[in-house]
């Protein structure tokens, strides 16, 4: 499956944009997840949600201002992110994870199988 990202951008801090991930095929056999990256640092986890939606996971960081959804019909997954910090600065990628278990999150970048592109998210002070 190829993962597209897209919603990135200059925002201000306090400000609450929505990341958005298209996928070529279904995602209903998938776990999908939120990464990020900023500059100089490693890949680190944001956020996770089950193949049914129904059981999601967050970094401490982000936990209480990002919301993780998807949609299974339109196969897209987003990332609400509410109240952002400059050290929310960073290229976001979606990634999707095959896995036979329904309610299954994943928080580690090695269980995924497939990664968008990315896409730079930068917030102004």
């Known amino acids: 499956v190829q993962l597209q990202a897209s919603g990135g951008g200059l925002v201000q801090a306090g400000g609450s944009p929505r990341l958005s991930c298209a996928a070529s095929g279904s995602i209903l056999g998938y776990g999908m997840g939120w990464f990020r990256q900023a500059p100089g640092k490693e890949r680190e986890f944001v956020a996770a949600?089950?193949?049914?939606?129904?059981?999601?996971d967050y970094a401490d960081s982000v936990k209480g201002r990002f919301t993780i959804s998807r949609d299974n019909a339109e196969n897209t997954v987003d990332l609400q992110m509410n109240s952002l910090k400059p050290e929310d600065t960073a290229v976001y990628y979606c990634?999707?994870?095959?896995?036979?278990?329904?309610?299954?999150?994943?928080?580690?970048?090695?269980?995924?199988?497939?990664w968008g592109q990315g896409t730079l998210v930068t917030v102004s002070s």
């Open positions: 990634a999707a994870e095959f896995n036979t278990r329904w309610r299954l999150v994943s928080s580690t970048e090695g269980s995924y199988d497939y």
């Open positions: 949600v089950s193949r049914s939606g129904g059981v999601t």
